[in-house]
């Protein structure tokens, strides 16, 4: 496995990837990463952005097994947010999420203070990895949160 930047030729891939895992956990509903107006096309979107970025983990064969994105947090300065870290079925518990996480934050670093991700309580593994990444579970949403469906909101300093 490798992982490198996001190319236009993986956005469907991407898609039906985050598409199935939210399925999986029955929330393909309003207020998770599902409606994302830009979720069909990734690439362009964190491109058009500045200091972000979208990472694509992909086999010998260079298909896409997952991805993960940084971008910056609604209005505030210093804050980015950790987007859209899927795994495809097939890619799971290789270490491929620690792996997307530890390039995003690299990236985070040169350009914020501050990491912030939302997730739900019940994705167990998922908030098992941002603790032992060093985030630090929140109370609530910060302002400016787009997807109200989330239950478990984290923050990380950069420094």
């Not at 496995?1 to 509903?29: C, G, V």
């Not at 996480?101 to 939302?118: G, I, P, R, S, T």
């Amino acid at each position: 496995m490798r992982i490198r930047e996001m190319e236009e030729k993986d956005n469907q891939t991407m898609e039906q990837i985050i598409k199935h895992s939210l399925e999986t956990f029955n929330l393909d509903i309003p207020g998770t990463a599902y409606f994302d107006p830009q979720l069909s096309c990734l690439a362009q979107f964190y491109k058009k952005q500045s200091n972000a970025k979208y990472w694509v983990a992909v086999n010998e064969q260079d298909e896409v097994v997952g991805g993960v994105g940084i971008a910056p947090f609604g209005e505030k300065t210093g804050i980015c947010e950790l987007q859209k870290l899927y795994i495809a079925p097939e890619a799971q518990g290789m270490g491929l999420s620690k792996e997307l996480m530890k390039v995003a934050l690299d990236f985070a670093k040169e350009h914020y203070q501050q990491c912030y991700l939302e997730t739900l309580k019940k994705l167990q593994v998922a908030n098992l990895l941002y603790t032992k990444l060093g985030f630090r579970q929140l109370e609530r949403a910060l302002n400016g949160s787009e997807h109200n469906a989330m239950d478990a909101w984290y923050i990380k300093e950069l420094s």
